[in-house]
RNA sequence: GGGCGAUUAGCUCAGUUGGAUAGAGCGCUGGUCUCCGGAACCAGAGGUCGUGGGUUCAAGUCCCACAUCGCCCA
């Protein structure tokens, strides 16, 4: 419909200009949107406008010669207007909207998943926490928009793949064993002083605890230095395998957890010095290398090679980034707390000094989630193991409700996570309202089947018989969803899909509470069974992105 | 001191590349149930979009300055 009025649109312009009213200039991109206000027709174009702006002429006068332009010989149109200051608002003919389900029908769960990607390669990176503790709430927010980042981009036809990168080679991971060791030995009789930097969670004590059992007092007797490498790697391993677990849990599930180690194994690291160099970007100053990064507009260089030989975490960094690129994704995308955005031109400048299109590496910054419960603040630190995780959400407030709840807010804006709340099966928690709207279509569509009125396959129902406003909305709202979801996928802000599930959700109840769909009149029971099962799977379609279930019973 | 981001209803926040009378949830006030699921619906009150300039047919949206807050860096 929307392809018809803009080609209504195109011809009318080249009227015009044939007629000697417009110059022929090449015009400009035509838009046709669903309008908000029924007030306004169903499809609106400020294109009257956009013409007046650059031919300097009165906006109305151009939308009046346009108006007079359109030739609607298909007669989809009931009536054309001119309204404020020169917007053009279509009318389309009763009934006429009703062709848009079977867009609905006919696509099913591919309904809404407008094929953008062309099977080209994108990578998420997300999480990415040290396995140096369990996953607390703070990861879970990245956890969540990273994984619905990749469901919709692989929606709209991406080829995605998902990636855990384990920062597994610094000193945090040092301090990791030897915290394991001091626990070990504390429960071997010694007193131990915690030094900074060292992890004192309940499970540094229970690690300590399993190694015990499994190695005995054996390990007591040698010396630290000796000894940590091994509690680091039992330490690491077992942490990574419930981090693994808990993600599972939550509904995310990674391709591939790379580990930072590889990068030196395979001197990632040397031969990325080395490219880098060869390009002119790495000079050296004192005992350190520095990378030219304010070639590319970052504020400074930096430190890749520090004086003792190390490189940074940041050339770490850029090797597992040329990496990526190695290995064919096209669009690489990561998910970074945002406290970290003062990195951003850093990594943005490695990846231009590698060669690729700046728009290659996309970032997303998520910010610090504040722990709520009943509106009181939740205390948490790592340090002193005093945090809330990601395990005792989930298992609190339930998959759904904690996934739907992160995607509440722009990912970028703070977000309150209240846990009571949460919890609370009502009218402030919103994944149920959706969820609500799911399970009572699919009782209507029960209720119909047991009293024998099938629902109408597509081309059956005669939607033309879908008259009322509140159809019309739900017709215009469902016709809106691929669109939506193009937005999401082209900004990568996956709060767009829960806004839209919440205005698609209310509108069906409120449908719902006024209409009968199940009546005596048939052919209208028919139309409008048809309808609400089009309603039905755009929101299977859209919770399915959000990784959120679709009950059928509540 | 420099940089980045934010400032929209009592609270928490949306506002799609500048479009028509700025929206939602919660909270508040008052209503709806002989009917397919009340985890629902309807109505109402509530706004100088931080302040002041500028750009244009049109600014919450773009530009400049300032204020306040947050984060990063020195």
Redesign the pocket.
Known sequence: MKQVLVKLLEQSIQAAIDKGFLPPVAPPRI?V?L???P???DY?S?IA??L??QE?KN?REIAKTLLEGIEDRDGVLEKVEI?????L?FFVREGGLTTLLDAVERQGDRYGSPDLGKGRRVQVEFVSANPTGPLHIGHARGAVVGDVVANILAAVGYQVFREYYINDAGNQMDNLGKSVLLRYRELLGETAEFPEGCYRGDYIRDLASELLKRDGERHLAQDAANVVPLFTDYAAGAILEGIKEDLRTFGVVFDLYFSERELYRDEGVEKLLRDLEEKGFIYREGEALWFRTTAFGD?KDRVVVRQNGAPTYFAADIAYHRNKFLRGFETVIDIWG??????IPRMSAAVQALGHEKEALKIILVQLVNLLRDGKPVAMSTRSGEFVTLREVVDEVGRDAARYNFL???S?????FDLELAKR????N?V??VQ?AH??I???LR?AAERGVAAPAAGEADASLLRLPEETELIKAITRFP??VE?AAR?L?P??LT?YL?DL??LF??Y???????SEDGALTGARLFLVRSVLTVLKNALNMLGVST????
Do not use: W
């Not at 970028?412 to 309150?416: G, K």
């Not at 009950?551 to 509540?554: F, V």
């Open positions: 838009e949107e309008t908000r206000d007030g306004h027709g609106a400020n406008m956009i007046a702006s300097k906006p309204a404020g200051p020169g917007f608002n504020e945002a406290d970290h955005h003062g990195y509440m807010r722009r970028d804006s703070h977000l309150d099966q009502s009218n402030e919103p149920y309202y609500y399970a009572r699919c009782s209507i209720m669109e939506v937005g900004t802000e709060h767009r806004f919440n959700a209310a109840h409120s719902y509470k006024s209409n009968k769909v199940i009950p059928e019973k509540m």
